[in-house]
């Protein structure tokens, strides 16, 4: 049976966190690196956070928002630390409500598996 999925997209930690603030999500997905504020006609959307998905994590922790994710990246590193040492902290932040990462890439398919994955994982939950 085919389930439809409702998806919302935030452009900047602060939608982001705010979105996950007014409404409850089965899944947030991640992107790391995003801007702090929306870009819009009258703004840059500010500085460009390299760590962005985990800054969004922590903001929701403050929060105590109970939610689940995972990250999507197509970057290895961040900072100058890997994305397997960044999903560790997220891990230890989130526990089993952090799924972990999927390596993004144009060159390859593979990475939707680990997505669909997560997603299924999710909707058995939820059922």
């Given at each position: 049976?085919?389930?439809?999925?409702?998806?919302?997209?935030a452009r900047s930690v602060e939608s982001g966190v705010q979105a996950a603030v007014d409404?409850?999500?089965?899944?947030?997905?991640?992107?790391?690196?995003?801007?702090?504020?929306?870009?819009?006609?009258?703004?840059?959307?500010?500085?460009?956070?390299?760590?962005?998905?985990?800054?969004?994590?922590?903001?929701?922790?403050?929060?105590?928002?109970?939610?689940?994710?995972a990250v999507i990246t197509q970057y290895e590193t961040f900072n100058n630390e890997t994305i397997d040492q960044i999903s560790a902290r997220i891990?230890?932040?989130?526990?089993?409500?952090?799924?972990?990462?999927?390596?993004y890439s144009t060159n390859t398919e593979s990475w939707r598996q680990g997505l669909k994955e997560y997603i299924e994982y999710v909707e058995n939950l939820t059922d």
């Open positions: 049976m085919n389930k439809m999925i409702d998806v919302s997209t409404d409850q999500y089965d899944l947030i997905l991640l992107d790391m690196t995003i801007p702090n504020f929306d870009i819009t006609e009258k703004s840059d959307g500010g500085k460009s956070y390299k760590n962005g998905g985990e800054i969004i994590v922590k903001e929701l922790l403050d929060e105590e928002v109970e939610f689940r994710c891990g230890k932040l989130c526990g089993e409500n952090y799924l972990g990462y999927v390596k």
